[in-house]
């Protein structure tokens, strides 16, 4: 039995996605150059959402930097700002809060893993990125079970295998010094029979 509730159709967001309009796509504000103030977008897709105004801070906080090494986070978070303006979701008046969460700090993983403008141009990020909103919002893509899209976005999900192949270099570093450890014993093993005899 499914516990969330069913959302809007995946293509309906997949579909925005393709069709983000260059302005999201823009420089972020970062030490007064740029465009694009993220943190009014955001701001603005909240209060369409049914939300409040971000906060001096919050803004601030979450949705601006001074460095330069962030401009790929704040584009992905206008990316996922102009996603959660989709009709289905504005109508509802219900996900401003969760939706904010999301892009004050969900995307910072992916964003410090795969170029925004490709949540915009290829298909599988366009799919990982609706997904990812979904999720956040504790909804399911129409026609989906929980299994189905849970499974489709672990498939999908380029954080968890960003981790996994981490974790098997990892593993194959562990086990060539291990082995390199095994040949240099047993060469000094080798060795030290020699010499006895």
């Known amino acids: 039995m499914n516990t969330k509730q069913e959302g809007p159709h995946l293509e309906r967001l997949t579909h925005r996605l393709a069709q983000c309009p260059g302005e999201f796509l823009a420089e972020p504000l970062i030490k007064s150059r740029g465009k694009v103030d993220t943190g009014a977008v955001v701001s603005d ?25 962030q401009k790929n986070r704040l584009r ?40 925004a403008e490709l949540f915009v141009t290829d298909p599988d990020r366009r799919e990982e990125l609706a997904r990812l909103l979904l999720a956040a919002l504790d909804l399911l893509p129409t026609g989906e079970t929980e299994a189905q899209a849970s499974d489709r976005l672990q498939c999908l999900d380029s954080v ?25 014993d047993a060469a000094r093993e080798a060795a030290a029979k020699v010499n006895r005899e």
């Not at 939300?51 to 919050?58: A, K, P, R």
């Not at 996922?80 to 700090?105: F, M, N, R, T, V």
């Open 45 to 69: 897709t909240l209060m369409d959402m049914g939300g409040n105004l971000l906060s001096s801070e919050e803004s601030n906080t979450s949705f601006s930097s001074e460095k330069a090494d």
């Open 76 to 115: 992905l978070i206008l990316i996922g700002a102009w996603l959660c303006h989709d009709e289905w979701l504005i109508q509802k008046k219900k996900y401003a809060e969760p939706a904010k969460k999301w892009l004050a700090s969900g995307l910072d993983g992916l964003a410090s893993l795969v170029a």
């Open 160 to 184: 968890t295998r960003d981790k996994v192949i981490r974790q098997t270099r990892e593993k194959e570093k562990r086990a060539r010094k291990l082995r390199e450890k095994m040949a240099a």
